[in-house]
């Protein structure tokens, strides 16, 4: 059974239904909770992009709770097909790490259309990274 929650003390709106499905989908599929940390946006925190899809209600951040989001990342690309499906992925996965220039590391997950997006990135693993985005793996 799923365990998907919202970080607690928040409020913390998430619109985009295929998001809710996907996160039902890899706490089932990976036997974890999943919190929520933030979802639709309207305005750019420190950091941020002008251009997130979190603007456009269609990205989540999330951690895993009580693990690293490195290992949560790690098995969200291992089990990609089980989560995602075969072929096309129409999501964007981002490792933000310990050095990103966002807020705070986190697991960012975006329901984007857009093929030069969708893949598994990461940004801020290290301090030469911050800022800078890396696609570890094509959809």
Do not use: C
């Amino acid at each position: 059974m799923s365990d998907v929650k919202y970080k607690a003390g928040s409020a913390i709106v998430v619109s985009d239904k295929d998001l809710l499905a996907l996160l039902d989908k890899i706490s089932d599929s990976l036997g974890v909770t999943v919190e929520i940390t933030s979802g639709d946006r309207n305005s750019v925190p420190g950091g941020g992009s002008r251009t997130s899809d979190h603007l456009a209600g269609r990205a989540v951040d999330i951690h895993f709770v009580g693990m690293p989001d490195a290992r949560a990342f790690g098995m969200l690309r291992q089990n990609r097909k089980a989560i995602f499906g075969e072929g096309t992925m129409g999501f964007q996965v981002i490792h933000h790490g310990p050095h990103t220039q966002t807020q705070g590391e986190h697991i960012h997950i975006g329901d984007n259309a857009d093929r030069n997006k969708a893949g598994f990135w990461t940004e801020g693993l290290g301090a030469a990274s911050r800022g800078h985005y890396l696609r570890v793996e094509m959809p």
